[in-house]
């Protein structure tokens, strides 16, 4: 090669290297241009600026932003002691995203443990709600899409909106309502015992110890199930009104109510178990576990003393959130006339007096119905309320529907009290 065609090449190299950094420097302002654009472009999409967890009754989660300009929410399990069962059941949140933004909420998790097993992904648990002000609520669309996970299209009408499963009920809506009634001549809260973290647990009994009838009702075993509780409300407000109707029912009968027996699960905003991963509604045919179990043994505790005053409730209803909404009674109290003709009588006064639509069964296990039929002898069964739909009313069920079901239960224990048979 000549010198002459050296230093040509030695040019043409130089040339080529330059032009190559040339476009690189280009290829990295486009670039960076382009992010930048995007990065813009996908904040002024989304607007999200935050998801605060930590109101009251707050669920545990995780989330992030997507590319796509959708959030991801990772419900967080809580979990059962030895057997690590795992729920995922709450959901409540302040998503604050700017105003007139459209935001796609992603959620997954729905990945549960029950009873030893791992549970299909059912489409038909998946409800949403929303409200501005976490006290009025409406329910959302929701769809379910690949991999087990539910898409949720929320378009902000200002620049925060309250997200949950159910209607919540918190520890403050209870305190309000004991603040509320507790000066009334008929009503009485007994302390009983005290949770896991040390919080007071009480019994509302509206009516004396006098009248004909007892019937005790629990609610909030199991913290995600909020159904129970506004169905107390409806119960205590009828009683409490003061109309000819319910001093005819005080008169005739005294509820007794455990109204949030997993009060810590509802502070804390987890799904079922209590803080020592004790599952409330198991276990109950045998005396609870006083430091594992405080909520059951102060509600055992507090039943054996009725009893030994004689003051034995007749009935006992523990209320749920499911999403069958059926009635389950004691397995074992199939054999017994008795039980079984007064569960029966339950069911056709329900039907009748209520929007109760659903179905019925015996169904054998350790929870409430079993272990207040085994050891104390007492009517018991477990009402599960439908957190997604009322099949008799058409809609998916908010506050208002289990308020008026409380109402309705006044009636139907009246005539229950009348017409119900002892041993
Ligand atoms: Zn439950």
């Known amino acids: 090669m000549s010198e002459n065609k050296q230093i040509y090449n030695l040019h043409i190299s130089g040339l080529r290297i330059a032009v190559l950094v040339l476009f690189c420097v280009i290829g990295l302002n486009i670039a960076s241009i382009g992010n930048e654009k995007t990065t813009k472009k996908q904040n002024a999409k989304s607007g999200l600026t935050y998801i605060n967890q930590f109101i009251e009754n707050g669920s545990n989660l995780n989330w992030e932003l997507a590319d796509n300009n959708t959030v991801n929410i990772y419900l967080g399990y809580d979990y059962e002691r030895n057997s690590l069962n795992r729920a995922y059941d709450h959901w409540h949140f302040l998503l604050e995203a700017e105003k007139g933004n459209d935001v796609t909420l992603i959620f997954h998790n729905f990945s549960e443990i029950y009873n030893g097993k791992q549970m299909p992904f059912e489409t038909w648990i998946m409800d949403c709600?929303?409200?501005?002000?976490?006290?009025?609520?409406?329910?959302?669309?929701?769809?379910?899409?690949?991999?087990?996970?539910?898409?949720?299209?929320?378009?902000?009408?200002?620049?925060?909106?309250?997200?949950?499963?159910?209607?919540?009920?918190?520890?403050?809506?209870?305190?309000?309502?004991?603040?509320?009634?507790?000066?009334?001549?008929?009503?009485?809260?007994?302390?009983?015992?005290?949770?896991?973290?040390?919080?007071?647990l009480q019994v509302i009994q509206v009516g004396s110890n006098n009248s004909p009838h007892k019937i005790f009702i629990r609610a909030r075993a199991h913290a995600w199930e909020t159904g129970g509780n506004w169905v107390v409300e409806g119960i205590i407000k009828k009683l409490l009104d003061n109309s000819r109707e319910s001093k005819g029912y005080l008169a005739n009968y005294t509820v007794y109510i455990l109204p949030m027996a997993n009060m810590d699960g509802v502070a804390r905003g987890v799904s079922r178990f209590n803080?020592?991963?004790?599952?409330?509604?198991?276990?109950?045919?045998?005396?609870?576990?006083?430091?594992?179990?405080?909520?059951?043994?102060?509600?055992?505790?507090?039943?054996?003393?009725?009893?030994?005053?004689?003051?034995?409730?007749?009935?006992?209803?523990?209320?749920?959130?499911?999403?069958?909404?059926p009635?389950?009674?004691?397995?074992?109290?199939?054999?017994?006339?008795?039980?079984?003709?007064?569960?029966?009588?339950?069911?056709?006064?329900?039907?009748?007096?209520?929007?109760?639509?659903?179905?019925?069964?015996?169904?054998?296990?350790?929870?409430?119905?079993?272990?207040?039929?085994?050891?104390?002898?007492?009517?018991?069964?477990?009402?599960?309320?439908?957190?997604?739909?009322?099949?008799?009313?058409?809609?998916?069920?908010?506050?208002?529907?289990?308020?008026?079901?409380?109402?309705?239960?006044?009636?139907?224990?009246?005539?229950?009290?009348?017409?119900?048979?002892?041993?």
Request: proline share 4%; hydrophobic share 35%.
């Open 129 to 200: 709600i929303s409200s501005p002000d976490d006290r009025n609520w409406q329910h959302v669309p929701v769809e379910w899409i690949d991999d087990d996970r539910m898409k949720v299209k929320i378009h902000m009408e200002s620049d925060s909106l309250y997200i949950a499963r159910v209607e919540p009920y918190r520890v403050s809506d209870l305190q309000n309502l004991l603040s509320e009634i507790k000066e009334d001549e008929q009503v009485k809260i007994t302390p009983i015992g005290n949770t896991v973290e040390g919080r007071e």
């Open 327 to 423: 009635l389950f009674f004691s397995g074992k109290g199939k054999d017994n006339k008795r039980y079984v003709g007064n569960m029966r009588l339950l069911e056709k006064l329900l039907r009748e007096k209520t929007w109760f639509s659903e179905s019925t069964s015996f169904y054998g296990t350790t929870s409430f119905e079993e272990g207040l039929m085994s050891r104390y002898g007492i009517d018991a069964l477990v009402y599960e309320l439908n957190a997604h739909w009322i099949k008799s009313l058409e809609k998916k069920p908010l506050s208002e529907d289990w308020i008026l079901l409380g109402g309705q239960l006044c009636t139907v224990f009246d005539i229950y009290c009348n017409e119900i048979k002892e041993d």
């Open 275 to 325: 803080l020592n991963g004790m599952d409330l509604n198991r276990n109950l045919t045998e005396p609870a576990n006083p430091v594992l179990s405080p909520e059951n043994a102060a509600m055992e505790g507090w039943l054996e003393g009725m009893i030994a005053k004689g003051l034995k409730p007749e009935l006992a209803i523990d209320f749920h959130n499911d999403s069958n909404g």
